[in-house]
């Protein structure tokens, strides 16, 4: 099998412009040596919601997930930094955070590629900081997942991002 053969099997077309995907993942990649944590929180899937009239129970939604990630974002920042750096001088991590779920009609969860520690948190005391900082945020289930970020991370959590969108991703929390 020559080249072009290989080619016209795998639909290569080397000059159509590459996807939106494809170019988020490329972006991704060249940083990734800003995001050495990989974490993947589960959520809990139902939410209580009390109103004048009662209380009720409706399920997970994404814009949801994007409240429970901000709220977790500043409990770990006030576990790695303190809650006077972090709140009132902005001392932050680097984040980048991946809803996944959505698009293939999973249980919502969250990715996160996070970044930026200080000098004198070591990889050993990661876990712990999470840990504690999970505890402090509703809907966050008991299941996480910690680990070092290796070189496929970054194109595992956008493996649901749209070819024409990057919805699931939360940008606005980056």
């Known amino acids: 099998m020559n080249l072009d053969e290989i080619r016209a099997r795998t639909a290569y077309e080397p000059h159509a412009r590459p996807t939106l995907k494809a170019a988020t993942r490329l972006w991704l990649c060249s940083r990734s040596n800003e995001f050495p944590i990989a974490l993947t929180l589960t959520l809990t899937q139902t939410l209580v919601v009390i ?3 009662g209380t009720y129970k ?3 939604e994404s814009t949801d997930c994007e409240k429970i990630a901000k709220r977790f974002i ?6 790695v930094f303190g809650k006077r750096a972090a709140d009132k001088y902005g ?3 680097k984040y980048l955070t991946v809803v ?3 698009r293939s009609n999973k249980h919502l969860h ?3 590629a996070v970044g930026n520690f200080p000098k004198h948190i070591k990889f050993n005391q990661v876990r712990n900081l999470i840990e ?7 809907h966050v289930d008991f299941e996480y997942e910690v680990d070092i970020a290796d070189s496929g991370w970054l194109e595992y959590i956008t493996k649901e991002v749209g070819t024409k969108d990057t919805d699931n991703v939360l940008w606005s929390l980056a």
């Not at 504690?132 to 509703?138: Q, R, S």
């Open 110 to 112: 969250l990715h996160l």
């Open 74 to 79: 500043q409990k770990l920042n006030r576990q």
């Open 132 to 138: 504690k900082a999970k505890l402090n945020v509703e």
């Open 51 to 53: 109103t004048n009239h």
């Open 91 to 93: 001392h932050t991590l």
């Open 58 to 60: 409706r399920k997970l």
């Open 100 to 102: 996944e779920g959505e």
